[in-house]
């Protein structure tokens, strides 16, 4: 077995892991509450090697569950790593509302009692249910266990719902052996000097097994679900080899020649002359090639070698190399290659943010352009490629008076509603709001007076929906997490830092959607306001 210590603000900053193979840290309660001790606790054990969980005590009379689950998980995202645990200590005696009963109860009494009782039990078991799903929804690649003692597991619990694994607090048994029936896979046996558990693991490696049995894989499936159908096909072979065994096995049906696959994937990778340069090179060529078009004469190829080498030169100049050849590797397309290359340029440098999206804009191939010394024509200084002086950040315009200028103040819009080709956002085939190039951090600010409600997205990240009293709903997406501020604002208050969050962010910006929806995307219109 693993053995395991529990620890919180009760601890010391700095508690003795020694001896101990996993370090379970507890990081929020209810929708408030942080622990002080969060930083320097989890430091010590990643410095230490030690597998590590975070977990929530709830409020069950508190704030709406799902807003708890959303407040654990922007609280632990700067800590979450692949193959950690998040867990819901399942125990709220501090917030019970269940009365103690006098020294000599009535019937009355005891009645009373057992009514608030079965109905703070029913609250805490949806709570269980609804955290369960809240947080799949927030952070579905990490297992969710439960903790609890062994009074809320046998007289709360009514379905045996451990999540995805029950740690156990039994005191009084021997460690490894809790006086339940029901599986578990940690029990905590003392809590003087300091919570201490075990774990039923054999090993580390069937520990980081469990652990990361949710993580999805590149074929599009979980751990456990490859694990699974790994087990069918053994268990399917076990069959067919006692059927064959005793003879009842069909033959095996004779299958076709399969042609030999080339050992070449076909990808052109043949190296221009004149390479670095080409005099037929110009910005508006970088941008089609950056945005995945279809060039029209049989400059395509250098065209997007030449972006490819100047976003790695200018990775190495700036002190982040990619890693990356100027040439696809075996196997990778021209289109992949190129885009994870321009990603990681405008993740590695913090003065791009236009085309954060993940799709250049023209202000961002300016300054790349620039920033490497590359040609291009005058022509392309004067066209319509170059709304930004050769890469000057948009000004946003002079605030009036009662008005905002920007969301983000002091930043213009660098990639505006609609600018996009169909296939590039799949969803819509256009850009669905306005980007602004606001650097990590920057405090975005309410455009109209309002209230302020948020929601999570997979692609669009923590999102802040300022529902503003001119009937209008704006969306403020990829923003920091643990920095939306809810509630009631006056044009010009807080709304949320600029970030990154979401899948479709690469790199820090502000994408503002003015929706007709609060809650569903896809309304969208031109902002204004």
Known sequence: MLNAIDVSDNNPEHPDYTG?????????????????????????????????????????????????????????????????????????????????????????????????????YAIARQYRDDFDTALRGLLPEYVLPLYCDTNIWKNVDKTSNGLDGLWIADYGATAGQPRIQDPWIGHQYAASPVDKSVFKFSDLAEYD??????????????????????????????????????????????????????????????????????????????????????????????????????????????GKPSGCAPMPSQGESWHDHFRRVWILWQQSDPRISAGADGIPGPKSVYMLAQSVGLKFWDADKNSSASPFDGGAPAAPTANTPGRIASPAPGYGITTPYGTRKAGLWPSKGYHTGDDYAATEGTRAVAVVSGTVTVIDDTVLGCIAVLRGDNGRNYWYCHTQRGSRQTGRKNAGDWVANVGQTGTGAQGPHLHFEDNASATVWGTDRKPSW
């Open 20 to 120: 101990y193979d996993i370090v379970i840290i507890k990081a929020t309660e209810g929708s408030t509450y942080v622990n002080k001790y969060l930083p320097s606790q989890y430091g010590d054990a990643v410095a230490q090697g030690k597998r590590i969980w975070l977990y929530h005590f709830p409020n069950i009379y508190g704030a709406p569950t799902a807003d708890q689950a959303r407040f654990f998980a922007d609280t632990i995202a700067p800590y979450l790593k692949p193959g950690m645990a998040v867990c819901l200590d399942w125990e709220w005696y501090n917030h019970s509302k269940i009365p103690q009963l006098s020294e000599k109860p009535t019937a009355e009494e005891i009645a009373a009692r057992d009514a608030i009782r079965d109905q703070e």
């Open 209 to 318: 097994a469990w652990a990361r049995r949710r993580i999805v894989t590149p074929q599009g499936q979980t751990v456990q679900e490859q694990l699974d159908a790994l087990a069918g096909q053994v268990a399917a072979l076990g069959d067919r080899v006692k059927r064959l065994e005793d003879g009842t096995a069909p033959p095996q049906p004779q299958q076709p020649e399969q042609p030999q696959q080339p050992a070449d994937d076909g990808q052109d990778r043949h190296w221009p002359a004149d390479y670095p340069y080409t005099d037929t090179l110009t910005v508006q060529r970088l941008v089609k090639a950056a945005n995945d078009d279809v060039l029209t004469d049989d400059q395509d190829y250098r065209h997007r070698l030449q972006a490819l080498v100047s976003a790695i030169a200018r990775l190495d100049a700036i």
